[in-house]
């Protein structure tokens, strides 16, 4: 019922900069957080950083300062900015969201992922 999906990913320099963006749709009617999360080949899949539905966030130590998130309401919509990218961030990006669904239920979908590359 409910779709997200990311774009943005990329190859960029070490210290350069990526946009990732993730758009919910689907039978939504409203969403609490959202958040980015990512996977390193051979690691789990570990919190980047989410935004409550009020703008509060929280990040991961390793990327506080170069990297943030921010969300549009109406659009159902979250990005993020990252800046001062280092090789340790090539990772797969997902996209999560915690939905209070039409009709009372509530689900926390996952995006397809989009793959970050930070490579001289």
């Known amino acids: 019922q409910v779709q997200l999906v990311e774009s943005g990913g990329g190859l960029a320099q070490p210290g350069g900069s990526l946009s990732l963006s993730c758009a919910a749709s689907?039978?939504?009617?409203?969403?609490?957080?959202m958040g980015w999360y990512r996977q390193a080949p051979g690691k789990q899949r570990e919190l980047v950083a989410t935004i409550r539905s009020g703008g509060s966030t929280k990040y991961a130590d390793s990327v506080k300062g170069r990297f943030t998130i921010s969300r549009d309401n109406a659009k159902n919509t979250v990005h993020l900015q990252m800046n001062s990218l280092k090789p340790e961030d090539t990772a797969v990006y997902y996209c999560n969201a915690d939905v209070r669904l039409l009709y009372g239920s509530y689900g926390q979908p996952w995006g397809q992922g989009t793959q970050v590359t930070v490579s001289s």
């Open positions: 689907g039978s939504i009617f409203s969403i609490n957080a």
